[in-house]
């Protein structure tokens, strides 16, 4: 293991007393000198990590020398102190004062203890930080477990919006099929061959369509897998409405009634894409809910609108709401809902980890008359955000 390095910067008689006693063990590296030309040349070779000296804070000069040298803590062997010393001492950080007569045992003593406490903080620093990586990492994997579990939803989604032009796409190439089977065109006189070419330039112009329409979809939900490497200004309204268009089609086929209403279009720094994850989950539960308790005319409603300075965006739907045994527990993480056990516990966890810590915001959920309204709410007037 590399010692310490304390630097020993005493008059020549000081010096002499104490140049064979202290640290006889050698734990430490020591290196004397007998001038501040002296120290500033040791400096420019070595890094030196203690100094002990005794030289006078009386005078202007060395109170100033040790206090630009500052950041190197200091032992200040003094045979008086009295207030004008101590006034000039307190000015001072990382100054411990020795008073004669001295002790070598105590010097040493306080040497030894300064570096002991000194590996401490260093190592219950590097606990924290092991603690706070170790921290961010389960944070982000619980992330990434909130997106897998959403996965079978999205692919469902994606299954959805791409039934309709799959089939618009099969259908033209059936047309196509069928006037050739039939001989519905005769390819030896010149109209019908002009005919059969208009008939199929719009049939691939629409296949064109309907293959850009089923490449966006794709490009959509890959967008939304993303994570988000900086915060951009956008609106609540363009993240409510990119969700409304990934499950338009899912919430259709299930016939449940969304009502949309905006009255507010502040921008706003976020994290897209993890907003977008939020509200996602927030009607994906609601889509859930009406599956489980069997709804007969399922509704979301979604509101953005000014409240004072708040900015809120409120999810209310009629799926019966939670029971008051769950509800408590319901932001706590692998806490699952699910009586079916496929929910992973961690939807709500981090929807309130990202908009509260991510995005500087607060999520609520509670019970309302006929089921669950849900609460983004953010600060306008806060910089956070701003």
Same mark, same amino acid.
């Given at each position: 293991m590399e010692k310490d390095n304390i630097a020993l910067l005493f008059d020549a008689e000081f010096l002499e007393k104490l140049a064979f006693s202290i640290d006889e063990d050698k734990k430490f590296n020591y290196f004397y000198i007998w001038s501040l030309s002296e120290f500033d040349e040791l $400096? @420019? &070779?070595?890094? !030196?990590d203690y100094l002990i000296t005794n030289i006078d804070v009386y005078e202007v000069k060395n109170f100033d020398y040790l206090r630009d040298k500052n950041i190197i803590p200091t032992m200040l062997l003094s045979k008086t102190i009295d207030a004008t010393m101590l *006034?000039? !001492? $307190? &000015? $001072?950080n990382s100054v411990e004062v020795v008073r004669e007569p001295f002790v070598l045992e105590e010097i040493n003593f306080k040497v030894e203890q300064y570096f002991k406490n000194k590996?401490? %903080?260093?190592? @219950?620093?590097? @606990? *924290?930080? #092991?603690f706070d990586e170790n921290l961010d990492y389960k944070s982000k994997l619980a992330q990434e477990q909130v997106r897998l579990s959403q996965s079978d939803y999205i692919l469902r989604m994606v299954a959805h919006q791409w039934r309709q032009p799959l089939g618009a796409v099969s259908s033209a190439i059936f047309s196509i099929e069928t006037k050739l089977y039939f001989k519905k =065109? #005769? =390819? %030896?006189?010149k109209e019908d061959r002009d005919k059969f070419l208009e008939f199929l330039y719009k049939k691939n112009k629409k296949i064109g369509k309907y293959i850009q329409y089923l490449s966006n979809? !794709? %490009?959509?939900f890959r967008n939304y897998f993303k994570p988000d490497l900086e915060k951009k200004f956008i609106t609540l309204d363009v993240i +409510?409405? &990119? +969700? @409304?268009?990934v499950t338009k089609s899912s919430l259709s086929s299930n016939n449940i009634t969304v009502v949309y209403n905006c009255d507010n279009e502040e921008m706003f720094l976020l994290y897209p894409n993890e907003m977008i994850q939020v509200v996602l989950n927030l009607i994906k539960n609601s889509e859930e809910n009406f599956s489980s308790n069997n709804i007969a005319n399922p509704k979301i409603d979604i509101s953005i609108y000014k409240d004072g300075q708040n900015c809120i965006v409120k999810i209310m739907d009629n799926g019966g709401g939670i029971s008051d045994e769950i509800l408590p527990n319901i932001f706590k993480p692998y806490f699952s809902t699910k009586s079916n056990k496929n929910g992973t516990g961690l939807g709500l966890y981090m929807s309130k980890i990202i908009v509260e810590e991510h995005n500087f915001g607060i999520l609520s959920v509670k019970n309302n008359k006929n089921g669950v309204e849900s609460k983004i709410v953010f600060d306008t007037a806060s910089d956070e955000n701003k």
């Amino acid at each position: 293991m590399e010692k310490d390095n304390i630097a020993l910067l005493f008059d020549a008689e000081f010096l002499e007393k104490l140049a064979f006693s202290i640290d006889e063990d050698k734990k430490f590296n020591y290196f004397y000198i007998w001038s501040l030309s002296e120290f500033d040349e040791l $400096l @420019l &070779k070595t890094n !030196i990590d203690y100094l002990i000296t005794n030289i006078d804070v009386y005078e202007v000069k060395n109170f100033d020398y040790l206090r630009d040298k500052n950041i190197i803590p200091t032992m200040l062997l003094s045979k008086t102190i009295d207030a004008t010393m101590l *006034k000039n !001492i $307190l &000015k $001072l950080n990382s100054v411990e004062v020795v008073r004669e007569p001295f002790v070598l045992e105590e010097i040493n003593f306080k040497v030894e203890q300064y570096f002991k406490n000194k590996n401490k %903080d260093e190592q @219950l620093l590097e @606990l *924290k930080n #092991n603690f706070d990586e170790n921290l961010d990492y389960k944070s982000k994997l619980a992330q990434e477990q909130v997106r897998l579990s959403q996965s079978d939803y999205i692919l469902r989604m994606v299954a959805h919006q791409w039934r309709q032009p799959l089939g618009a796409v099969s259908s033209a190439i059936f047309s196509i099929e069928t006037k050739l089977y039939f001989k519905k =065109f #005769n =390819f %030896d006189k010149k109209e019908d061959r002009d005919k059969f070419l208009e008939f199929l330039y719009k049939k691939n112009k629409k296949i064109g369509k309907y293959i850009q329409y089923l490449s966006n979809t !794709i %490009d959509n939900f890959r967008n939304y897998f993303k994570p988000d490497l900086e915060k951009k200004f956008i609106t609540l309204d363009v993240i +409510v409405r &990119k +969700v @409304l268009e990934v499950t338009k089609s899912s919430l259709s086929s299930n016939n449940i009634t969304v009502v949309y209403n905006c009255d507010n279009e502040e921008m706003f720094l976020l994290y897209p894409n993890e907003m977008i994850q939020v509200v996602l989950n927030l009607i994906k539960n609601s889509e859930e809910n009406f599956s489980s308790n069997n709804i007969a005319n399922p509704k979301i409603d979604i509101s953005i609108y000014k409240d004072g300075q708040n900015c809120i965006v409120k999810i209310m739907d009629n799926g019966g709401g939670i029971s008051d045994e769950i509800l408590p527990n319901i932001f706590k993480p692998y806490f699952s809902t699910k009586s079916n056990k496929n929910g992973t516990g961690l939807g709500l966890y981090m929807s309130k980890i990202i908009v509260e810590e991510h995005n500087f915001g607060i999520l609520s959920v509670k019970n309302n008359k006929n089921g669950v309204e849900s609460k983004i709410v953010f600060d306008t007037a806060s910089d956070e955000n701003k």
